[in-house]
């Protein structure tokens, strides 16, 4: 008489409740932490001098960038600061690289945040403390 092979898999009941953790852990990791809103990205008041005048959403230049932020700020001189949150800090680096200088602006790249900050009329020292309080700021925020 014939006899079959033993089963090269067999189920245990303990394997069960492994398999059941599962899905929640999936669920877990999918989750991300929550997108920090406009207002947390550029806030009400930088470095006590620069209070926030107007701020909006503008469309993403290209496709690397998930949202925009316009904000102006009046203070010591008139800025106004443009936040791009790309998909990975690479994106925002690669954006330092091809974006192209002009007067009386700067820009950096922080996590993956790319910042683009214009001024008129604007004292270099109030300057100076703006866009170190605003990179400290993108810090906090990621």
């Known amino acids: 008489m014939l006899q079959r092979p033993p089963p090269r898999y067999t189920r245990l009941p303990s394997d069960m409740p492994r398999r059941l953790w599962i899905v929640p852990l999936l669920l877990a990791s999918a989750c991300g932490p929550p997108r920090p809103d406009a207002a947390s990205l550029l806030p009400p008041t930088v470095a006590v001098v620069w209070q926030r005048k107007s701020l909006h959403e503008i469309p993403p230049p290209q ?66 403390a703006f866009v170190r309080a605003l990179e400290k700021e993108l810090d906090r925020v990621r």
């Open 63 to 128: 496709a690397s960038v998930t949202r925009a932020v316009e904000a102006a700020y009046e203070g010591a001189g008139q800025i106004t600061a443009r936040i791009y949150a790309t998909k990975s800090p690479g994106s925002a680096f690669e954006m330092t690289q091809h974006w192209k200088e002009q007067k009386n602006t700067v820009f950096f790249d922080k996590g993956r945040y790319f910042v683009v900050v214009e001024w008129q009329q604007a004292d270099r020292n109030a300057l100076t």
